[in-house]
């Protein structure tokens, strides 16, 4: 409800309109029943809440809006999880079970990051000599490969981690390990089952 009228007060506070239904390009006139509006949009989840039959569900609508015209409203988008989820604790909790719990985080898609609950450095790398032997080359740069590709971490703290090295050595480590990956289908198989792992 609070996002839905915060959309809808955009074009007022941008000082484009004094009325939102003046504005062309907006929904608000289709939730108002001013004009039939597109075939794809949907109303009924915002105008149930407010009650009533159709027609009375409309004006709840109009002066639940026009309740906040003139006054400083909070943006609800601020309180988005990682701005990508609105919502309680409990729905958060909810998507992170059904939805994100067994993605790990990519390094291309920062939300991720803050919606999964991935391993630390140091865990990623014990985790990986478990699997390919403590202070074996191979656990090394599966360790640095998998910190790089879904920590979410800077490159410069990853190499600081793995005894100093810069930014560019750590994705040199990745495209190299990316491309032996590549060519043994034992070490994928491995690798992949090693994420699984992290991302428990």
Known sequence: MELSRYIHLNPVRA???KDPSDYFWSSYLTYV???KGWGWLQTDFILVQVGGRANEAWRRYRRYVEEAMGKPIENPLEKAIASTLLGSERFIEWVRGKWIKKIAP?????ALKRLTHWSGLPFILKESEKVFGKGSLTSRRAALYLSHRYSG???????????GIGPSAVSQNTRRFEALLKEDPKLLKEVERLKTKLSE
Do not use: Q, S, W, Y
């Open 33 to 35: 029943e001013r004009e």
């Open 15 to 17: 000082h484009l309109v």
């Open 106 to 110: 990519h390094r291309d898609i920062p």
């Open 153 to 163: 971490l800077p490159l410069g703290e990853i190499g600081r981690f793995f005894g």
